[in-house]
Structure formats: C-alpha cells, structure tokens
C-alpha cells in the first residue's frame, strides 16, 4: 500500500508563489502516475495537474497552465507542485494522488489560501 503525505501549503497575497511537495511511501511501480487535484469550498474535486514518472510527460488543467509546474524527483517518490502568480481563486486544498490504471492512493490534502 503507498502512503502519500503532502507539504507546502499555507497563506499567500495574490501572485506570490507555494511550492507543494507529495512524498509517496511504500511499493510505487515504474508506471505510477502522480497528480495533484485541489477542492475548494462547496465546489467539486478537481484536476490540476500530473507527471508520468516514467516517461515525464506532464499535463495540466487549463485555468493552471503557465502558472503551474509539476515535477518529479525519483529518487526520493516524491513530486512537486510549483505554483506562480497564484490567484485568490486558487485557494482550496490541494490533494496529492498516484496510481498505475487510476488514482488509487490519495493524500489527505493540504490547505492553499490565496488572499486578494
């Protein structure tokens, strides 16, 4: 079973940057996918962006794009999520997931407020 524990959220003005990280335990496969989803109050669980470990290929969600940077560091199961030119709508928190097929591992989420 993989254990994934998130860091890095917390309080910051309108355009300033976070970095998140998701540190993943456990047995991870060559193919796991890791990606970030955030949900903000009364909305829906919603996609952000995510890395294929193996190949490095990334994607994002559009209201992200330019603005967000995910990346992987291997060696340590870890991925990251570099967040610039942050909006207040941006505020939410912030889950780490992975999987192989699906998102079958989820993280408990960390909280990012963006204040205007």
């Known amino acids: 079973q993989v254990q994934l524990v998130e860091s890095g959220g917390g309080l910051v003005q309108a355009g300033g940057s976070l970095r998140l990280s998701c540190a993943a335990s456990?047995?991870?496969?060559?193919?796991?996918?890791m990606g970030w989803f955030r949900q903000a109050p009364g909305k829906e669980r919603e996609f952000v962006a995510a890395i294929r470990r193996s190949v490095g290929s990334t994607s994002y969600a559009d209201s992200v794009k330019g603005r967000f940077t995910i990346s992987s560091y291997n060696a340590k199961n870890t991925v990251y999520l570099q967040m610039n030119s942050l909006k207040p709508e941006d505020t939410a928190v912030y889950y780490c997931?992975?999987?192989?097929?699906?998102?079958?591992?989820w993280g408990q989420g960390t909280q990012v407020t963006v204040s205007s």
């Open positions: 997931a992975g999987g192989t097929h699906e998102y079958n591992d």
């Open positions: 456990g047995r991870t496969f060559s193919t796991y996918t």
